[in-house]
């Protein structure tokens, strides 16, 4: 079975800094695939980036990206250049490969933008 | 882009009562997932189908059931709501192949009063 943990409730960051979140994972497989989604006070489900596990190369998306260590299992996101808009819950998750797999999420950070 | 579409976004039933909720899946996405997410909660799975057949059951009550229809999209039935069913329910989709992304409708409120 897979988990997905994420070790900070809350965090906190000033405008314009940049911000860690972290997030570790267990799971028995070895081809997987890692989320961040945000989930503003809309309460969407937005998908912020993905990476795949087969991939040494961190996957970026503008001012988000990834250090995904495999042999830790750890999967952290780093948002830069932080913006009053990314205030939100950031869920880090995991999938299997098989076409109908799901999605296990963590906890949840929850990040504050300090104006 | 078409997303997955939720109906209703809202609802407000009574304890012991029955709800359905709605979900269409993104066109030609084979799966569908519903979670449960309650307040300050992480969504929880409570079932998935492919190819309008049940292929996983996660933390799904017994009061609850669904489906998935011909045309792809699919129903959540809640019966003898209790409520501690008040929460957000999203259904989600994905496709074989488009790179195993899931993606999430914008949910359905439902309050048990």
């Known amino acids: 079975a897979q988990t997905v943990t994420q070790s900070q409730p809350e965090m906190s960051v000033q405008e314009a800094e940049t911000v860690t979140l972290s997030c570790t994972y267990d799971t028995s497989e070895s081809d997987y695939y890692l989320f961040w989604y945000k989930q503003p006070p809309s309460r969407q489900m937005i998908l912020v980036i993905r990476q795949e596990a087969y991939k040494q190369q961190n996957a970026t998306e503008n001012r988000f990206s990834v250090n995904f260590q495999k042999a830790a299992k750890s999967f952290s996101l780093k948002i830069s250049d932080s913006q009053l808009g990314d205030a939100a819950m950031y869920f880090c998750?995991?999938?299997?490969?098989?076409?109908?797999?799901?999605?296990?999420f963590g906890k949840g950070t929850r990040l504050h933008i300090l104006p | 882009a078409a997303g997955v579409i939720q109906s209703p976004r809202h609802l407000i039933k009574e304890k012991r009562e029955t709800a359905t909720l709605k979900c269409y899946p993104i066109p030609r996405h084979d799966t569908v997932y519903w979670y449960q997410q309650g307040p300050g909660q992480d969504p929880q799975f409570l079932i998935s189908?492919?190819?309008?057949?049940?292929?996983d059951k996660g933390s799904i009550p017994d009061r609850f059931s669904a489906q998935q229809f011909s045309d792809y999209h699919s129903e959540l039935n809640m019966s003898s709501l209790e409520l501690g069913d008040s929460a957000l329910y999203f259904c989600a989709s994905s496709l074989v192949g488009s790179r195993n992304t899931i993606y999430f409708g914008e949910g359905s409120w439902l309050t048990v009063v």
């Open positions: 189908f492919y190819e309008k057949m049940q292929s």
């Open positions: 998750a995991s999938r299997g490969l098989n076409r109908d797999d799901k999605i296990i």
